[in-house]
């Protein structure tokens, strides 16, 4: 059974960091992309940024690249978003997300993700 497993939200205050975790099991990755998702209040859920894991790159939405860094650990079987420079507007729901043979095309794609995760909610708030 396959399990993906968030941690690390939590409270926040502007312009502070967060490091957010993904434990995977349950299958090998090795043909998947694993990434993160977000849902802010009112919103849709957006894709922040995704990584083959077995390499041949990391993707980011635009916007967003630059402050959010998606890296893993194969050794860990976990995921991680590093997130700079919070600000208010990256409050939400982080999901974590697994997709079988993406192309770069496609990893911003919700429907292209095979698992999901629960999600952990982060607050940026003074």
């Known amino acids: 059974q396959v399990q993906l497993v968030e941690s690390g939200g939590g409270l926040v205050q502007p312009g502070g960091s967060l490091r957010l975790s993904c434990a995977a099991s349950?299958?090998?990755?090795?043909?998947?992309?694993l990434g993160w998702f977000r849902q802010s209040p009112g919103k849709e859920r957006e894709w922040v940024g995704s990584?083959?894991?077995?390499?041949?790159?990391?993707f980011y939405a635009g916007s967003l690249k630059g402050r959010f860094t998606v890296s893993r650990d194969r050794a860990k079987s976990t995921l991680y978003l590093q997130m700079d420079r919070l600000g208010p507007e990256d409050t939400g729901v982080y999901y974590c997300?697994?997709?079988?043979?993406?192309?770069?095309?496609?990893?911003?794609?919700?429907?292209?993700?095979?698992?999901w995760g629960r999600g952990t909610q982060v607050t940026v708030s003074s």
């Open positions: 997300a697994a997709g079988s043979g993406l192309i770069a095309g496609r990893m911003g794609l919700e429907d292209a993700y095979d698992y």
């Open positions: 990584t083959r894991w077995s390499g041949g790159g990391t």
């Open positions: 349950g299958r090998s990755f090795a043909n998947h992309a």
